[in-house]
């Protein structure tokens, strides 16, 4: 038996790669489509993976698990908690890119871990001149994070994950995985596991069955669980959760859970049975200690979820109380071990939710928006620690953009704007790499931004490097908007001679209500506006020669872009239809006056 986990930076091809390896073995069929591991729908929308997955193939007479890894920064907790389950990775790297942010922090948790890697150089297919560069940065990489010496003697394989080969010499035949498969066998070991012990497993993921409800899984560390078996659950801070029996003990085979007899220390097993979540010991009522579950690096940022209070609220969604959204993110803390939950200082009714990124806060409220709850969202706060001698610290990150060399000039005046440092530049034939560090404060909103100046043209990516000393700023990257100081229906009539003001974010026939954001104002400050005055007719006009309005299309934000977008006055309306901007005070007068004894302090 070998246990395996799949890490790479974001598209650098490990869903494609895993694909091919079950189709390989003859456990899928050429038929079954692609990416067929990630199974959520938000994951074949945007075409990343959000939760790690396992699967398990038979090879050669050994069976072999593997665990298919999140790419992105944001979901890093899935890594780190995954490779507590495994005895070896497979780190996978773009020949073109070389190794970027994540392959850093992946990596880095692989090597503390001790765990042996083979390294695959994936799109040889597209350039393999950057071949012996890009393995030269590996080696660089493997040195700068310290690796023993047992671990710097790593196998290095060639190949295209999308065109199914894998191959140890580069001039080799390109067909097959048999390479990649030889060794893993060869090169991780067989699960360090006594069999004779008293049963003990840390729950590490969490599924479901349709028939069973909620299954744990995990490695199981020692001795053996079958169904029938009376055990217990122990959280991490050793408090007893539960004990009970289990129903059944089921494993991987290929992509389906398969009810097995007995599940034995090496195995990855899902129990049923059990109401515990991620971290939690699963053992025998004899054990006194619950397993160590490594400690997960903290979240970043926080937002505040809390009732949808607008004047439409309660007309799209099914869900609103603040209960049921206080379950909803319980649940959600349970699943997800980096994200956490806390009631807010001033407003119980309110959830401050704290989470890695952008990106994983707006897949939480998208998945909840679709599950049918109507919410308001507050400007994400980057969170700040405090230092040895009681000063406040923020997070600063290690940016680095890939970005087309006409675009280069573009990005470097938008990093300066933010206050970000440029450590390293470099430029070849077509493309830039820079690298930066700035604070997390100073990178919200700044994927979108430098999506739309390139014209997508540009990767952007970025990893926690430090904390260093709060300096406070005022980062002015916005200017004004346009505010609603009516309710109703917008009309054309009225958002005509707005268009000069500044970009729309509604069209015509959208219903908007005092203190909504209907634009962008061109100009620092914001503007109330009417959205939905009508022409007065009267009997010198008759109505077929009114002048027909054409309206420039409205911009349409997404959720991330509107996370970006907000400040701290502001709020997004989020129901399963829509999502708005508002002003958190929605009527004018009441704001005016907010402003005024906010500047004054009285």
Not at 367 to 373: L, S, V
């Amino acid at each position: 038996m070998r246990n395996i986990a799949i890490i790479a930076h974001v598209d650098h091809g490990k869903t494609t790669l895993v694909d091919k390896i079950l189709t390989e073995s003859g456990t899928l069929s050429a038929a079954s489509g692609e990416r067929v591991m990630d199974s959520d729908n938000l994951e074949k929308e945007r075409g990343i993976t959000i939760m790690a997955k396992n699967t398990a193939i038979m090879w050669g007479g050994y069976q072999i698990n593997i665990v298919d890894t999140p790419g992105h920064s944001d979901f890093g907790g899935e890594v780190e908690r995954i490779l507590g389950m495994v005895d070896g990775v497979v780190l996978l790297v773009d020949v073109l890119e070389g190794p970027m942010t994540q392959t850093k922090f992946v990596l880095s948790k692989a090597l503390k871990k001790e765990l042996p890697t083979i390294v695959v150089l994936n799109k040889m297919d597209r350039d393999s001149a950057a071949r012996s560069k890009t393995e030269s940065d590996i080696f660089d990489l493997f040195m700068e994070l310290g690796a023993s010496e047992d671990l710097l003697n790593y196998p290095t394989l060639y190949a295209s994950g999308k065109s199914g080969w894998v191959i140890a010499d580069p001039d080799a035949p390109q067909q097959g995985m048999n390479d990649l498969l030889k060794a893993v066998i060869d090169h991780v070991p067989a699960p360090k596991v006594d069999r004779n012990d008293v049963f003990r497993m840390l729950v590490t993921t969490l599924d479901y069955d349709e028939h069973l409800g909620k299954l744990l899984v995990g490695r199981v560390q020692s001795g053996s669980v079958k169904a029938g078996d009376t055990i217990k659950a122990l959280s991490y801070d050793n408090k007893k959760l539960e004990e009970g029996t289990v129903t059944k003990v089921l494993s991987k085979n290929g992509l389906v859970n398969e009810v097995i007899p007995k599940g034995l220390a090496g195995d990855i097993v899902a129990v049923a049975g059990f109401n515990s979540n991620v971290s939690s010991t699963l053992c025998d009522p004899s054990v006194a200690e619950p397993l160590h579950a490594d400690p997960i690096d903290p979240p970043v940022l926080s937002m505040t979820f809390g009732v949808n209070s607008s004047p439409l609220a309660g007309k799209e969604g099914k869900i609103f109380s603040a209960l049921h959204i206080k379950e909803r993110l319980e649940r959600e803390t349970q699943r997800n071990v980096t994200i956490t939950t806390s009631t807010h200082a001033e407003r119980t009714e309110e959830v401050v939710v704290s989470g890695r990124g952008e990106l994983q806060l707006s897949i939480l409220i998208e998945n909840m928006r679709r599950e049918g709850f109507e919410l308001s969202i507050s400007p994400p706060q980057v969170i700040m620690i405090k230092g040895e001698d009681n000063e406040t610290l923020e997070p600063m990150e290690e940016v680095i953009i890939d970005v087309d060399n006409e675009y280069s000039g573009m990005v470097l005046d938008m990093m300066r704007m933010r206050d970000a440092d440029l450590q390293q530049m470099e430029q070849g034939a077509s493309k830039t790499r820079a690298v930066f560090h700035a604070t997390s404060r100073s990178l919200i909103g700044l994927r979108s931004d430098i999506a739309n100046a390139t014209r997508g043209m540009a990767v952007f990516n970025h990893l926690f490097h430090s904390y260093v000393d709060f300096e406070p700023s005022q980062l002015q990257i916005r200017k004004g908007v346009m505010v609603s100081m009516a309710e109703g229906q917008a009309s054309s009539y009225a958002l005509k001679p707005l268009e000069s003001r500044g970009p729309l974010f509604i069209g015509p026939q959208a219903k908007v209500y005092e203190g909504m954001i209907v634009g962008e104002n061109a100009k620092a400050g914001d503007l109330d506006v009417n959205p939905v005055k009508s022409k007065q007719l009267t009997n010198f006009r008759a109505a077929g020669k009114d002048e027909n309005y054409k309206l420039i299309p409205p911009r349409r934000m997404n959720l991330e872009e509107a996370i970006a977008y907000v400040q701290e006055d502001e709020l997004i309306e989020v129901t399963p239809h829509n999502i708005r901007l508002r002003k958190k005070i929605l009527e004018s007068g009441a704001r005016q006056r907010a402003a005024k004894k906010a500047k004054t302090g009285n």
